[in-house]
């Protein structure tokens, strides 16, 4: 089915099927992600030739450099150097629009006397380098003994450091107070295991103080926020969300307190929309007078929660009496998992702590006394909890975060967070709800900007040392230019161009269906004449009407009088016994079938999706079709059905449009280049996470057919891929690519392989954090320099392509409004707040401290879209020189934002990600959605 929205009555996506126990595959992830598969453990193997690895430590050189000042890794990559000049100059010739950021500068006696404590870490016996989560462990926690000996561990630690930034081998503190008779001649001191009951001696080893300026980056940002953020933010009334203090949500009572309860359908359960906020103090640096100045500023970006409306307790009651009515048993349901076992959730009382429910316990209840104590749960929290909680309601059960502890969750005081699952209607009008334009967006944080400064002024220990600007930071946003669109005229045998801001309606004026000029198109268009509309029991009626759109389509198109698509033929799908079994689907394929185009029935759409795709794709079905999908309902949406027709017709092979520069040179030397897309897709721990890694050779043609994907399996959660899976995954793309595409070019026109290698690849890696991209750069980028080198040495081939290599990180906290002038040097927020065209934005005078970061708004259809945040980690092109080079490469990744073909007719305007991301996403998730609880290998998965 489609994933994108054509018009208003199209029907929301369904959620997406799941099974997520694969314990045998689980297994095999990790043997294949052992620690030697990582660079950063073991930097050659007995495999990897000298050359190899040289080249390897020059391509790492060439991305990053250690500043010896702060200790901090720092890109290699600069502002373009005429960067003021010409800003200046676009914004004379009015090619920019002023906008205002979510970022307000601070300053004070607070940070200008800020300096912090740095300590080496030590454990006796050693605990590896590359195992960071369990030297965190050890210096925070492994406390063997009672929750006394880990409270007194803690209080020690805040006793002697204050607060403490974990940095692996060393940790910056925010005080030094360690007693004198523990230090020794040499500035250290032991923490002996026997001291709080633990495994390890830990040895801390005193390096003196240092600068905020000098302090690492994320270590000096998390001392800021324990030392200042957090108490601000607790006198202002807000409470954290979490222990990672990602969000920050006001008090009941405080006037910021939002919380709007949604129960359009009143057969789903009702959800709260809970107003929350993310805010974070970073440290940002400008030029002046030609050195680098850092200084703090504060981000805030709304960032609501959607819970369910009911409490724990009252869901409880409420499946109880609907089972008793129908005499089954409830408790069976309620232990099934994502009912309540695995699902995030958070308590109603102190600080809001958030738990994963893991056990349902039957045999405990408000009454169960406390181990070691003489109270019962319901006494202790009405103690403990005053005024959260007055009155603890007979319980039937408690809730349990680790299965057989002593620790117990009475369900009355504890809500869940809400999935799509739940209650599809009421999710879909709750997230209409959370997305608002950037003028609504910002007037919001305004307000928590006022009200934390409010609350600042009247702080015994902050008033006056903490100043917030009274004026946020305000950028200057460079348009870009859309790509042109070609397509095939419907009227004659030519190529009509049009400007993507004409679409839709430009495509049903224009398009005539695949392309048939054969030096774009790579050949003759593929003609779709064998294929078949599959459907459902109940769903012939929406059959015959998707075959009415067919004959509309090849009218409209003129295809009917060129023999390039024929009408299918309609088949029913019979069930007889379980959805899952293969022959049920099998049984729709015939020899020479080109496409199937099924229509997914209501409740299970993605149920039949998941076993339709595993039985012809990932089983030995000799040649099978292509598979469409589209939802039942979507037969009588006119727009959406012939989207699904288009898609058909691209799957098979037809290029449906070409994108063309906008004007000479607008991609410069990216013009011929190859695009990767790499991403992964986690569902949860009991399931590998899935790594696709795309390359598309032809970025620019509106089609499926150079896309090449290919996949591995990380363990569950792994974010980042081991160099040598890195290596692997290229080396097989480039190897497809051979065999398939350049091998066969080369012999039929008598030329060698490398005239068809381009000069250029440009790598485009999703949804990492910060403190990924060093870990990537290391791992993912130099895997795949070391597939390029070797694949270029096995086929004897003297090709280096550059590489140019950015990186979008998760979804941030970046967010941008359209200001308007009121006066000279006076501007206030523009409503809605989207640049009427494609901007970039490079914030000269408040760039990162360690990476080289852009912001693109490529859609300004979308009101309701935030700005994509990019960083450049590899730049072998030099398209950071100079603004022009820049531009070129800004215009680049805004065609590839139309690049992905599955979006026709672009409706909505282009894709907020580019094509190669999408494709990389796109088969990542499909992958893991057909890994099912049977399979014990990932044999059917080999091509």
């Known amino acids: 089915y489609q994933r994108r929205v054509h018009g208003g009555n199209r029907s929301a996506k369904p959620s997406r099927y799941q099974e997520f126990d694969c314990p045998a595959l689980v297994n095999l992830s990790e043997r294949m992600n052992s620690q030697n598969a990582f660079y950063l453990v073991k930097s050659r193997s007995i495999y990897t030739d000298v050359d190899v690895e040289n080249y390897r430590e020059e391509c790492l050189r060439s991305m990053v450099v250690e500043n010896q000042t702060n200790q901090q890794t720092q890109s290699t990559i600069k502002a373009p150097t005429d960067l003021a000049p010409k800003l200046d100059e676009l914004i004379g010739k009015n090619m920019t629009e002023k906008g205002y950021m979510n970022i307000w500068p601070l300053s004070g006696k607070f940070f200008d006397d800020k300096s912090f404590h740095g300590w080496t870490i030590t454990f006796v016996p050693t605990i590896p380098m590359h195992d960071k989560l369990e030297r965190k462990a050890q210096l925070f926690g492994g406390v063997l003994g009672s929750w006394d000996a880990r409270r007194n561990k803690a209080v020690f630690l805040e006793d002697v450091f204050g607060h403490i930034a974990f940095d692996n081998q060393t940790i910056w503190t925010t005080e030094n107070k360690a007693p004198a008779e523990m230090m020794d001649e040499t500035n250290r001191f032991t923490i002996k295991k026997s001291q709080f009951d633990t495994k390890y001696d830990i040895i801390f080893a005193y390096q003196g103080m240092t600068s905020l300026t000098n302090t690492p980056l994320q270590e000096a940002e998390r001392l800021i926020h324990l ?111 994502d009912r309540f076992i695995g699902r995030s959730a958070y308590v109603l009382y102190g600080g809001r702590r958030n738990i994963t429910i893991n056990e349902i316990d039957w045999s405990s209840n408000e009454k169960t006394m406390i181990t070691d104590q003489d109270i019962s749960v319901g006494e202790y929290l009405q103690k403990t909890y005053p005024d959260d909680v007055k009155e603890v309601c007979e319980s039937p059960c408690t809730f349990k975060k680790l299965v057989g502890s002593d620790e117990y969750f009475l369900p009355q005081f504890i809500k869940m967070t809400a999935k799509s699952s739940d209650s599809p209607l009421n999710y879909g009008k ?94 003759p268009a593929v003609p779709l004449t064998q294929w078949k509309i599959v459907y459902f029991e109940h769903q012939r009626n929406n059959a015959e009407q998707l075959l009415q759109h067919v004959e509309a389509y090849r009218g409209m198109r003129k295809l009917d009088q060129l023999g390039l698509l024929k009408s299918p033929t309609l088949i029913q799908v019979h069930i007889q016994g379980e959805m899952k079994e293969e022959k049920h689907y099998q049984k729709t394929v015939s020899s020479g079938d080109q496409v199937l185009l099924i229509i997914l029935p209501p409740k299970i759409a993605s149920l039949v999706k998941t076993y339709f795709t595993k039985a012809v794709h990932y089983t030995n079905h000799p040649n099978p079709p292509q598979l469409q999908f589209i939802l039942a309902e979507n037969c009588y949406n006119k727009n ?148 390029i080198k070797q694949f270029g040495k096995s086929r004897k081939i003297d090709w280096t392509p550059k590489i140019i290599s950015l990186i979008s990180p998760k979804a941030g906290q970046d967010d941008i409004c359209k200001a308007q002038q009121t006066g000279p040097d006076q501007f206030d927020l523009a409503n809605p707040g989207m640049p009427s065209k494609p901007v970039v934005v490079l914030p000269r005078d408040m760039m990162h401290r360690s990476w080289f970061e852009f912001f693109i708004m490529g859609n300004p259809k979308d009101y309701k879209a935030k700005p994509r945040r990019y960083v450049l980690v590899r730049d072998d092109m030099g398209v950071t020189k100079v603004m022009r080079n820049f531009n070129c490469l800004c215009n680049y990744i805004l065609a590839l934002m139309w690049g992905y073909c599955m979006s026709i007719p672009f409706s909505t305007g282009c894709s907020s990600q580019p094509s190669p991301v999408k494709v990389a996403k796109h088969y990542a998730e499909l992958i893991s959605q057909i890994i099912l609880s049977s399979d014990d290998t990932f044999k059917r998965f080999f091509s």
Not at 232 to 245: C, I, M, R
Not at 696 to 712: A, D, Q
């Open 640 to 787: 959406a059905a012939l989207a699904a027709i288009a898609n058909s017709m691209a799957k098979v092979g037809n290029i449906m449009y070409q994108l063309a520069e906008p004007y000479t040179k607008a991609y410069g030397l990216l013009n011929d280049a190859w695009v990767v897309g790499l991403d992964v897709a986690h569902n949860g721990q009991q399931k590998p996470s899935i790594a696709c890694m795309a390359l598309i050779t032809k970025p620019l043609s509106g089609t499926t057919k150079y896309w090449r994907p290919s996949c591995v399996a990380n363990k569950p959660r792994q974010e980042v891929l081991s160099g040598r899976m890195s290596d692997g995954l290229m080396r097989s793309l480039l190897e497809d690519v051979y065999f398939q595409d350049l091998e066969p070019r080369a012999k039929e026109m008598n030329k060698t392989i490398k005239d068809f290698l381009p000069n250029c690849i440009l790598i485009i890696r999703d949804g990492l954090a910060d403190d990924q991209i060093y870990e990537s750069i290391n791992e993912e980028l130099l895997g795949i320099d070391t597939a």
């Open 430 to 523: 709750a997230l209409e709800l959370m997305s608002k334009a950037p003028f609504n967006r910002m007037r919001e944080i305004q307000n928590v900007c006022n009200n934390i400064n409010t609350s600042l002024k009247s702080n015994e220990k902050l008033s006056g040392s903490v100043v917030i600007a009274n004026r946020q930071a305000t950028v200057d946003m460079i348009h870009l230019s859309n790509p042109l669109f070609m397509v095939q005229n419907k009227r004659g045998r030519n190529l009509e161009k049009f400007s993507p801001t004409d679409l839709p309606g430009a495509w049903g004026r224009n398009a005539g269906g695949p392309i048939r000029n054969a030096e774009i198109a790579s050949g």
């Open 227 to 337: 030392s200042f953020l957090r108490p601000a933010l607790d006198a202002a009334g807000f409470v954290k969300d979490g222990p990672q203090e990602r969000k920050w949500f006001p008090v009941n009572g405080h006037p910021l307190y939002n919380v709007s309860t949604v129960s359009e359908s009143s057969e789903e359960l009702a959800l709260d929309v809970v107003a929350g906020y993310r805010i974070t103090v970073h440290l940002r640096k400008k030029e002046v007078d030609g050195e680098e100045q850092i200084f703090p500023v504060l981000k805030i970006s709304g960032q609501s929660r959607l819970d369910l409306h009911d409490n724990c307790l009252t869901m409880l009651k409420r499946g109880f009496e609907k089972c008793n009515r129908v005499e089954k048993d409830f408790r069976s349901k309620a232990d099934e998992r």
